[in-house]
């Protein structure tokens, strides 16, 4: 099991090589046509051009390979086989790939790994880990991990953090799945803070997102909404909302994770 210091520790100096490594290679396509003749190496400048390509593509070779090897993690944790997910990951986070994308994906997946097992502080660390880093190429990756950090800094009880991710993607387009668990993750935030109007706010858009998640988040967004719509004094709302709730998930188990919650069946 790889720590989410050593994960870090190993992405940031493997991303540190691999650009020294790039600009290497960069810089010998470009001086070796140039600099070549004036030292003298006539016919060899070819075959040192020759090498440099065939370095490039192997490495970009391996990076496609690195791709493969990453794209299987998701599924993995999805199914809940975390012991099957967490050597694919752990392979492409110990092994070095020329192309920074393979090495970010494989840090997201851990941070997605270990938020799925409840690991809520490295969740959170790896998460700020890969946020520090440039992602203007994977902007999905970017806000599936801000979400990520959000609901983790929550569990931690860090609702200052909680809010200072959740800002920004407020103002990005998402896509569905991006908007139905920033829903759910906004709902749990806005119900620590006690900011019911906001959460009853727009009911019936927010009840419509709902009803397309899965049944246990769906659930859950109901009988938050179910909360709000209590303490603004709209009974006829909260009623139909906890039965909602009682529908689509186990009512103990939700208030055992949500203690906020118990007051809906009090």
Known sequence: MISAERAIKTLRRDLTISSML?????????????VGPMLG???????VLVVLGFAWM???????????LAADSPSLIAAGQFDEAEQEIEKVIRSFWLFRSVKLLGLHHLAVLRHAQREWRESAMLSRALLGQRLTAMPGVARTTRLMLADSLLELGDLAGAHEALVSLYSQKLSL?????LLVVQMDYESRI???????RNLASK???????????????QAMLALAATHVGRADW?????????????????????????????
């Open 22 to 34: 790039k600009a290497g290679l960069f810089l010998g396509l470009v001086l070796v046509p140039t």
């Open 41 to 47: 190496m006539g016919v060899s400048i070819g075959g």
């Open 58 to 68: 192997a490495m970009s070779f391996l990076n496609a390979r690195g791709s493969y």
């Open 177 to 181: 799945i991006e908007a139905m668990n």
């Open 194 to 200: 006690g900011a019911w109007q906001s959460m009853f």
């Open 207 to 221: 009840i419509q997102l709902a009803e397309l998640m899965p049944a246990a988040s769906a659930g859950r967004t």
């Open 238 to 266: 909260a009623q139909w909302l906890r039965r909602r709730a009682e529908l689509l998930t186990d009512i103990n188990e939700l208030t055992n994770q949500r203690p906020i919650l118990k007051e809906l069946w009090t």
